[in-house]
Each structure stands twice: as structure tokens, then as C-alpha cells.
């Protein structure tokens, strides 16, 4: 199984970060009916999209996938470094740890600032704001979701066409293409 997820790994670290890429991957995603939602990480749809795994075990081996990347582990050494770091279980739990001492963290923030802006009320200085380590788990790339028009203008582009978008960012934070139209 440890080669197997490898492969997965290749095509995740080929994707990632390159919105051709990813929506391909969307895209056959879709054709077989696997459902996009926006806890859906590359590395989730990924997995069930080429490994189709039992329904637990899909965020564990896509929670290993994370941890590689996030400890740069090269796509030739995944397998040998599962072998040897204990396997995708333990990767896994690794990487949840980890996610979870991030997402305390942040609230920890949140509730530093909030002590902060009760204090600097009125005092006309600025608050001091406390940065978070770089992780490159979280992924730079922001979650987008598209229309029907603007989905179906993207699924027919082949591959070099270029594709013009119009996006805004919704109420709830997250982008939405409103608009999409080839470009020739």
C-alpha cells in the first residue's frame, strides 16, 4: 500500500498549486460522482478518486499524503519513509496532531488579540499582532467554488485554452466564480 500512496503522492505534488491540475483532477472527480465540498482537500478527493479506499481509511491515508508534504519528504522516498516512520497510521496521526496544535493555537490568538483591543481602546496605539509559524499545510490557495455557467465554460476548455474568471468573495470568506468565459 505504501507504493500505491506514493503514486497518489506524485500526482498530488504535481497538482497542487496548479489550477489546470486541480481541475482535472475536479473534473474526473466529478464523472465518477465523487462529491466536491469545501472540506474537501486535494489529497482527500485524490485518494478516493484513485485508490478508493474504505470510507475511514480515506482521511487517513490523505492525512499522510499532508504530512509528507508538510515535512517535504520527496515523492521517490514516500514509501521507504512510510516504512520507516512507522507506517500511514502513524503519519497520519502525526499530521492531525499537528493540525490540531495549529487550530489551538490560532484560538489562542484570537482570544490575545481580543484582550488586546479591550486595552488599546482609546490609547490611539496600534495593537501589537502576533504572527503565526508558516505552514505549508494550510496551502496557499484559497477555496473557490463555481457556478454551473462558470463550471461548464472551464469544463469545456481544453487543454491550452485559456479561461477568463470573474470571482468574489462571498459573505462567508470563501470565492466564488461568478463569471468564466474562453478566451481566444
Not at 482535472?24 to 479506499?53: E, F, M, N, W, Y
Not at 499530521?95 to 484582550?115: C, V
Not at 483591543?117 to 499582532?129: F, L, P, Q, V, W
Request: hydrophobic letters at 40%.
Amino acid at each position: 500500500m505504501h507504493h500505491k500512496l506514493q503514486t497518489v503522492y506524485v500526482i498530488y505534488a504535481l497538482a497542487a498549486g496548479n489550477p489546470k491540475r486541480e481541475a482535472l483532477v475536479q473534473r474526473r472527480c466529478d464523472a465518477t460522482g465523487i462529491a466536491a465540498t469545501r472540506a474537501s482537500h486535494l489529497t482527500i478527493r485524490l485518494v478516493k478518486l484513485l485508490l478508493r479506499p474504505a470510507d475511514k481509511t480515506v482521511y487517513q491515508y490523505a492525512a499522510a499524503l499532508r504530512y509528507a508534504a508538510l515535512k517535504k519528504i520527496t515523492v521517490n522516498d514516500l514509501a521507504s519513509a512510510l516504512e520507516q516512520g512507522g507506517g500511514i497510521a502513524k503519519f497520519a496521526e502525526r499530521f492531525w496532531q499537528k493540525a490540531s496544535k495549529l487550530s489551538s493555537d490560532a484560538a489562542d490568538d484570537s482570544e490575545d488579540n481580543d484582550d488586546a483591543s479591550d486595552e488599546a481602546s482609546g490609547s490611539g496605539k496600534h495593537r501589537r499582532s502576533k504572527r503565526r509559524p508558516y505552514d505549508p499545510s494550510g496551502e496557499a490557495v484559497p477555496e473557490v467554488e463555481w457556478n454551473t455557467k462558470a463550471r461548464a465554460v472551464y469544463a469545456e476548455a481544453t487543454n491550452g485554452d485559456r479561461v477568463k474568471q470573474v470571482s468574489e468573495k462571498g459573505p462567508d470568506g470563501h470565492w466564488v466564480v461568478i463569471k468564466a468565459r474562453l478566451l481566444s
